[in-house]
């Protein structure tokens, strides 16, 4: 069964595409896409947004690099975390300051006395201790995502980055096309992608008002405009753009994303991506632990990227 389902797929890609795919384009849509883990691979019980999340994703788990989220503290200090406030995903310890919790009334080292929940209790990580990471590690790639928008935070973010020489493995992201504008023009060698999440939305226009590099889609737009996506990725190609999907946490929609050249797949589930891809792919490695080749059920579909 395991080797009759990459020739099924390929059958099935070949009826369902041939009116729309030459011959000559069939090997560029059947690239293997990258696989990015989405604030790290908490399957294993890590915290999101954790220095080892983002070691789980990326040595254990085979992903090619990892996505976080940057917050600025009341100094200044840039630390790594989705929300606002700490208390979703951190806990106060009894050095912690009174009641504070918006990040943007702690300073850096108020936030180190929090500790990130179960189950190891790490400190919430800073952008310099990601970029070390991230600077160890040959080939690995790290999306940074843009939460404020105003020019002190995002010229703190570039600093940082330039210190640590890193614009060719660092990549910035941003809901607002403006933000990454901003970041774009004053750091034009670093790469941008912008995200697309209203489907009316023309993906080259969008990346043309962000000068952006790249673009990302939201997979709830997959299920009600497939064919409409599937045109305007090859029209983002031949802009010379990239264009990945996320965030994808089911095999459901990898047959519609290889057929459409998806260059790269946001997951908060690496290892079951890396697994379908090698299915139904079969190039390169699909991570040191193939997990069983599972359909599952469309609820455990993330209905769009999480601003």
């Given at each position: 069964?395991?080797?009759?389902?990459?020739?099924?797929?390929?059958?099935?890609?070949?009826?369902?595409?041939?009116?729309?795919?030459?011959?000559?384009?069939?090997?560029?849509?059947?690239?293997?896409?990258?696989?990015?883990?989405?604030?790290?691979?908490?399957?294993?019980g890590?915290?999101?947004?954790?220095?080892?999340?983002?070691r789980?994703?990326?040595?254990?788990?085979?992903?090619?690099?990892?996505?976080?989220?940057?917050?600025?503290?009341?100094?200044?200090?840039?630390?790594?975390?989705?929300?606002?406030?700490?208390?979703?995903?951190?806990?106060?310890?009894?050095?912690?300051?009174?009641?504070?919790?918006?990040?943007?009334?702690?300073?850096?080292?108020?936030?180190?006395?929090?500790?990130?929940?179960?189950?190891?209790?790490?400190?919430?990580?800073?952008l310099?201790?990601?970029?070390?990471?991230v600077?160890?590690?040959?080939?690995?790639?790290?999306?940074?995502?843009?939460?404020?928008?105003?020019?002190e935070?995002?010229?703190?973010?570039i600093?940082?980055?330039?210190?640590?020489?890193?614009?060719?493995?660092?990549?910035?992201?941003?809901?607002d096309?403006?933000?990454?504008?901003?970041?774009?023009?004053?750091?034009?060698?670093?790469?941008?992608?912008?995200i697309?999440?209203?489907?009316?939305?023309?993906?080259?226009?969008?990346?043309?008002?962000a000068?952006?590099?790249?673009?990302?889609?939201?997979?709830?737009?997959?299920?009600?405009?497939?064919?409409w996506?599937q045109?305007?990725?090859?029209?983002?190609?031949?802009?010379?753009?990239?264009?990945?999907?996320?965030?994808?946490?089911?095999?459901?929609?990898?047959?519609?994303?290889?057929?459409?050249?998806?260059?790269?797949?946001?997951?908060?589930?690496?290892?079951?991506?890396?697994?379908?891809?090698?299915?139904?792919?079969?190039?390169?490695?699909a991570?040191?632990s193939?997990?069983p080749?599972?359909?599952?059920?469309?609820?455990?579909?993330?209905p769009?990227?999480?601003?």
């Amino acid at each position: 069964m395991r080797n009759l389902v990459p020739t099924l797929f390929r059958s099935w890609l070949n009826g369902r595409f041939r009116c729309i795919s030459s011959e000559k384009r069939l090997p560029f849509r059947l690239k293997r896409p990258k696989v990015i883990v989405h604030r790290g691979d908490t399957t294993a019980g890590a915290p999101e947004n954790s220095l080892s999340a983002f070691r789980h994703g990326v040595e254990v788990s085979g992903a090619h690099g990892f996505e976080c989220d940057i917050r600025r503290a009341m100094d200044g200090a840039l630390v790594i975390l989705h929300d606002p406030k700490v208390g979703r995903t951190a806990a106060p310890t009894a050095r912690s300051p009174g009641k504070k919790r918006w990040v943007r009334e702690l300073t850096g080292k108020e936030l180190r006395t929090f500790r990130l929940k179960l189950p190891l209790r790490e400190t919430i990580p800073s952008l310099e201790e990601v970029l070390d990471y991230v600077g160890s590690r040959e080939g690995l790639i790290c999306y940074l995502e843009f939460k404020e928008g105003n020019l002190e935070y995002i010229r703190a973010i570039i600093e940082t980055v330039r210190r640590y020489q890193l614009q060719d493995r660092v990549l910035f992201i941003s809901f607002d096309a403006s933000t990454l504008a901003l970041a774009k023009e004053m750091a034009p060698e670093i790469p941008g992608e912008v995200i697309v999440v209203n489907i009316f939305h023309r993906l080259v226009d969008v990346a043309r008002a962000a000068r952006a590099d790249g673009v990302a889609i939201a997979v709830l737009t997959f299920r009600f405009v497939r064919s409409w996506l599937q045109a305007e990725v090859q029209k983002a190609h031949e802009a010379g753009l990239w264009v990945n999907a996320g965030v994808v946490n089911s095999l459901h929609f990898l047959p519609w994303l290889l057929a459409s050249g998806i260059d790269g797949i946001f997951t908060d589930d690496p290892r079951l991506i890396l697994q379908g891809l090698q299915e139904l792919v079969g190039e390169g490695e699909a991570g040191p632990s193939p997990v069983p080749l599972i359909l599952r059920p469309e609820a455990d579909i993330r209905p769009d990227f999480d601003p």
